[in-house]
């Protein structure tokens, strides 16, 4: 059985610091690993998709790097903003499953003080 | 391009009762998942729906069902409602069928169970 484990779960830094933002999970075969973020009370915003096949992805501030072999994955957010400050998330979808289904880590939650 | 909505976006109801949740996905998708979020168990799949097909279902009890029609909406139902079922439900809805599809959420349903 899949399991995802995000630590730590709650983080504070002061603004303009870089965010390092852990995600391990125990089965490597996997499709690929998405990261999230969600803001209280609200849905899930898409981060970035990293396919099994990539070892990291870039979008703007943000890049996630890949390790399978190792069952990791490390979502870096540069010079953080207080308006970064929300619970992140990262799930995997496995090969073995059929269909879309998502395992999700019990997130990180990120305050970025002023 | 629409993102996926939820409707409707709050509910309370009362133990016994049951309760149907929609959710229409982005134009052109045609997977639809759904999750129940709570604090205590986090994110946990529920179903997955494709082509009006149940592809994939999580561990919860049958009073959990859901649908989906030939437009690609979706409904989730759950009956005989009971306190623990007060949660966050999000739908989530991809392109295609495969597990290596970039999923999108909608902002999801507060179901409140007095």
């Known amino acids: 059985k899949q399991e995802v484990t995000q630590i730590p779960a709650a983080l504070s830094v002061p603004e303009g610091e870089n965010l390092v933002l852990n995600c391990s999970f125990t089965d490597s075969a996997i499709y690929n690993l998405q990261w999230f973020r969600q803001d209280p009370g609200k849905g899930l915003t898409s981060l970035l998709l990293?396919?099994?096949?990539?070892r990291e992805q870039t979008s703007g501030r943000l890049n996630a790097s890949l390790d399978k072999s190792s069952g990791r994955s490390t979502l870096y957010i540069a010079a953080s903003q207080p308006g970064d400050s929300a619970t992140y998330l990262c799930a995997v979808s496995l090969i073995k499953a059929a269909g879309n289904k998502l395992t999700f880590g019990g997130g990180t939650r990120v305050l970025v003080k002023p | 391009k629409a993102g996926v909505t939820q409707t409707p976006r709050y509910l309370i109801k009362t133990r016994g009762q049951q309760v149907t949740l929609s959710c229409s996905p982005i134009s052109g998708h045609r997977s639809v998942s759904w999750y129940q979020q709570t604090p205590g168990q986090g994110l946990q799949f529920l179903f997955e729906y494709f082509s009006e097909t149940q592809r994939n279902k999580g561990n919860f009890p049958g009073r959990f069902s859901g649908r989906q029609f030939s437009n690609s909406r979706s409904e989730m139902n759950v009956s005989t409602l009971e306190l623990g079922d007060s949660a966050l439900y999000l739908c989530a809805s991809s392109w295609g069928g495969d597990s290596d599809n970039e999923q999108f959420f909608g902002p999801g349903t507060r179901l409140t169970v007095l």
């Open positions: 990293i396919q099994s096949s990539q």
